[in-house]
C-alpha cells in the first residue's frame, strides 16, 4: 500500500469519528440552547402578563373604583387587561398566545379546554406553583408554561360568590350562570402562556448543517493541501532516490549526486545515498583493477 494511501486513510480514520463526535455534540448544544430560547421567551411572556396585571391593580381600578359601585367595567379586572394586552400583540404574533383559562369562567372565551382542563385540575390536586410542557396543536408543537389563579383576595369573591351578590350590570353582561360558586384558596384556573417551539429548532437544524458543511470544506481542504505537500516533501522524493537506486543498480553512474536540500529527513536520505554510491563507485574500480 502506497504512503499516501496510507496517509489518507489515517486522516479518514481520525475525521470521521471526529465528525460524527463533533456533529453530535454540536446537535446536542444547539437544540439545548434553542429550548432554552423558547422557555426564555414564554418566562417573558409570562412576567409580561403579570406585569399587566400589577399595573391594572395598582394604577387602573383605583381610580375606577367609584364608578364599580354602580356599573361593572371589566377593564378593571386584571385578567381581562392581560388577556386584551396579549390579543393587540397575536395580531403581530398569531403563534404565541396567553391564556387566563377557569372551569368556571365569568366570561365564556376564558372556558377551558380539554388539555388545559388537565393542567388546572393537576394544580388543583397538589401544591406546584409553575408546570411546563409541550403540546402538539394542529400539527405543531408549541411549548406552554402554566402557573395556578387562585383565589387569595375576599373582594374577588364580591363578583363570583352567588349571582345576587354580584354587580348586576356583570349579570347582565355576561349572565348568572357561569363564574359563581368560587371559594377562598381555591385554584379556578391556570394563567397559560403557549410559545411556538418549531423556529428555534429549524434555527438550530440550520446552524447545524452550516457548521458540519463548513468542517467538511475545511476537511477537504486540508486533506487536499496535506496530500499535496506529502507528494511535494516525500513521495516525489523518494521516487527520485528510488529511480537513480534502480539505475545505479543496473551500473547506470552517470546521475549526479544528490543536492543538499529539502526536508532534514530527505536531506539524511540524500547524503547516506551519496555516501553509500561513493562506496558501490570505489568497490566497482577495485573490482576492474
Same mark, same amino acid.
Given at each position: ?21 463533533? @456533529? ?26 403579570? +406585569?399587566?396585571? %400589577? ?26 387587561? @392581560? ?13 404565541? +398566545? ?18 388545559? +382542563? ?7 390536586? %397538589? ?27 375576599? @373582594?374577588?369573591?364580591?363578583?363570583? +360568590? ?18 359563581? %360558586?368560587? $371559594? ?14 418549531? /423556529? ?7 446552524? #447545524? ?5 463548513? #468542517?467538511?470544506? #475545511? ?18 522524493? /523518494?521516487? =527520485?532516490?528510488? =529511480? ?26 540524500? %547524503? ?13 574500480? #577495485?573490482? $576492474? =583493477?
Amino acid at each position: 500500500m502506497k504512503i499516501r494511501t496510507k496517509f489518507s486513510l489515517a486522516l479518514l480514520a481520525v475525521f470521521v469519528p471526529g465528525f460524527v463526535v463533533s @456533529a453530535l455534540i454540536s446537535e446536542q448544544l444547539l437544540v439545548t440552547n434553542a429550548r432554552q430560547e423558547v422557555e426564555r421567551s414564554a418566562a417573558l411572556m409570562m412576567e409580561t402578563a403579570m +406585569s399587566v396585571r %400589577g399595573y391594572t391593580i395598582d394604577q387602573i381600578k383605583p381610580h375606577l373604583d367609584p364608578m364599580l359601585e354602580t356599573e361593572f367595567l371589566p377593564q378593571t379586572v386584571p385578567a381581562f387587561s @392581560a388577556i386584551e394586552t396579549f390579543e393587540r400583540l397575536r395580531k403581530k404574533y398569531p403563534d404565541f +398566545s396567553y391564556r387566563e383559562a377557569a372551569l368556571n369562567p365569568t366570561n365564556p372565551r376564558d372556558l377551558a379546554s380539554q388539555w388545559e +382542563s388537565r393542567v388546572i385540575e393537576r394544580f388543583r390536586g %397538589g401544591e406546584q406553583t409553575e408546570i411546563r410542557g409541550e403540546i402538539d396543536r394542529e400539527g405543531r408543537r408549541f411549548l406552554f408554561v402554566a402557573r395556578p389563579i387562585a383565589i387569595k383576595n375576599q @373582594a374577588c369573591l364580591t363578583c363570583h +360568590s352567588t349571582p345576587a351578590e354580584a354587580p348586576a350590570t356583570l349579570r347582565a353582561r355576561y349572565g348568572d350562570v357561569n363564574g359563581f %360558586g368560587w $371559594r377562598m384558596e381555591e385554584v379556578i384556573g391556570a394563567q397559560i402562556v403557549t410559545v411556538p417551539v418549531e /423556529l428555534p429548532l429549524k434555527n438550530a437544524q440550520t446552524i #447545524l448543517a452550516t457548521f458540519a458543511v463548513m #468542517l467538511v470544506v #475545511l476537511f477537504v481542504s486540508l486533506f487536499v493541501i496535506l496530500n499535496l505537500m506529502l507528494n511535494a516533501l516525500v513521495v516525489k522524493p /523518494l521516487r =527520485h532516490v528510488s =529511480h537513480i537506486s534502480d539505475e545505479i543498480s543496473r551500473g547506470n553512474m552517470e546521475f549526479p549526486e544528490f543536492e543538499d536540500k529539502g526536508a532534514d529527513e530527505i536531506r539524511q536520505l540524500h %547524503g547516506a545515498f551519496n555516501r553509500m554510491r561513493r562506496s558501490v563507485e570505489k568497490a566497482m574500480k #577495485l573490482l $576492474r =583493477h
